[in-house]
């Protein structure tokens, strides 16, 4: 990947996200580390800005110490601790507690108190005051451990190894409608991210033991269809109140929404600017299983929306154009 790319990449990241990104790990080996995993929780969601808004003006809020009652149904979720190497341990916790038990359980077991971190799941930095089971956390979930620093967030890196450059493609100069070319992923069309760079993540080898077949190009059999979503939470907002997360809140089926039409998901996403007044719009690419897709239509919603099993969806691609 050349320079002007991967800094176009982080520069527009960092303006979606409001948090810090500066480049690969291997070049800034301080920085946090976002690896696949937490890539996919973090940005399946598009809710950051609003949930550090939220964090900041809960951490000055009075704590009160909740009691923990030992004969609580529990169950086990785990944590990934980037305060020590990115360690990952679980725990046992309750579908009633809120953010501060749980936060609790972890400074019992790590001696870590919780002003020096916050808790993150699928995009949304957790509120100490609000129940988890309003955040969709459930059994062998994972929440990740984000330090914080005082009059800001920390330094956030990419893992070497979570982008693929070799696979990048650009699509800036192409226009498939008006050269009339069409495609297929999966048995469904498959709509291109024209008139984007799109930045390829390192997945291959990554899911079902190796077997890269849901990633394949000749609609074999076990090849996945390929969606988008955007990047702006009215993209979600609009069919689902509480964004792309598993719930019953959902308008038209419980699940992560996308949609197979690059457009429409391009149409919710929200030009993001950055501290140097650089503007960009960013879409994920994400391919879906395809007998698992369940389609909003039949639900009474649009005919260009998916709903999935977040087991059922993998993002892929981001696809990012600089607007100025």
Not at 2 to 26: H, P, Y
Not at 267 to 289: A, C, L, M, T
Request: proline residues 3%; aromatic residues 12%; contains cysteine.
């Amino acid at each position: 990947m050349s320079a002007d790319r991967q800094t176009m990449l982080f520069k527009a990241l960092s303006a979606l996200t409001g948090l810090k990104i500066v480049g690969l790990c291997s070049q800034h080996p301080e920085a946090h580390k976002i690896h696949l995993e937490m890539f996919t929780n973090l940005f399946v969601n598009n809710n950051i800005e609003e949930a550090v808004e939220v964090f900041v003006e809960n951490n000055n809020r009075e704590r009160i110490v909740p009691e923990i009652h030992p004969n609580e149904p529990t169950f086990k979720i785990y944590i990934n601790n980037s305060l020590a190497s990115n360690k990952i341990f679980s725990i046992d916790i309750s579908s009633n507690w809120s953010t501060e038990k749980v936060q609790q359980v972890i400074f019992d077991k790590t001696g870590i108190p919780s002003d020096l971190y916050y808790l993150v799941f699928r995009g949304r930095i957790l509120d100490e005051g609000i129940n988890i089971s309003e955040y969709y956390v459930t059994e062998e979930c994972t929440l990740f451990m984000v330090g914080k620093l005082r009059g800001g967030l920390k330094e956030f890196a990419f893992d070497d190894n979570l982008l693929s450059p070799s696979y990048d493609y650009d699509f800036t100069g192409i226009d498939d409608v008006k050269d009339g070319r069409t495609y297929t992923r999966g048995g469904k069309k498959y709509s291109r991210p024209c008139g984007y760079m799109r930045y390829a993540l390192n997945v291959l080898g990554k899911y079902d033991n190796g077997d890269d077949t849901w990633l394949g190009m000749s609609n074999s059999k076990g090849e996945w269809a390929v969606s988008y979503h955007g990047t702006d939470s009215n993209f979600a907002n609009s069919i689902c109140k509480n964004g792309f997360i598993i719930g019953d809140r959902n308008a038209y089926g419980d699940g992560v929404y996308c949609s197979p039409c690059f457009e429409t998901a391009a149409s919710y996403s929200k030009d993001k600017i950055d501290d140097e007044g650089n503007k960009f719009k960013i879409v994920f690419q994400n391919r879906v299983k395809t007998d698992e897709i369940n389609y909003a239509d039949k639900n009474g919603g649009p005919s260009d929306y998916w709903y999935m099993d977040p087991k059922n969806i993998r993002p892929y691609g981001i696809c990012i154009i600089k607007l100025n």
